[in-house]
């Protein structure tokens, strides 16, 4: 799930990331924003992995990497577009 908060006086968008994952040890977001770094995702009690950035105008796509190894989408994302390694990457519109 994404959730989108616009500030506009500030020309930024704070963006908060939520991806459920029971049996995932750790959870980190990459994308474009950070030249494709994994960051950490927080655990909730739950088993939501969550983060939050504030991004500019403009499209950034991102994946979620799981315990290290497992690429996977945000099925909520803005779109799903293919990247140079024969899959998909999420993206989300600023």
């Known amino acids: 799930m994404i959730k989108k908060a616009y500030q506009e006086e500030k020309g930024l968008c704070t963006v908060s990331f939520y991806v459920k994952k029971d049996n995932a040890e750790r959870v980190e977001i990459v994308g474009e924003w950070n ?3 994994p960051e950490p995702m927080r655990r909730k009690k739950d088993g939501t992995f969550w983060t939050s950035k504030r991004l500019k105008p403009g499209t950034y796509r991102f994946k979620y990497l799981i315990d290290g190894h497992l690429w996977e989408n945000d099925l909520e994302a ?10 998909t ?3 989300i519109v600023i």
């Open 78 to 87: 803005d779109q799903q577009v293919p990247n140079p390694y024969g899959t």
């Open 35 to 37: 030249g494709w770094k």
């Open 89 to 91: 990457d999420s993206l």
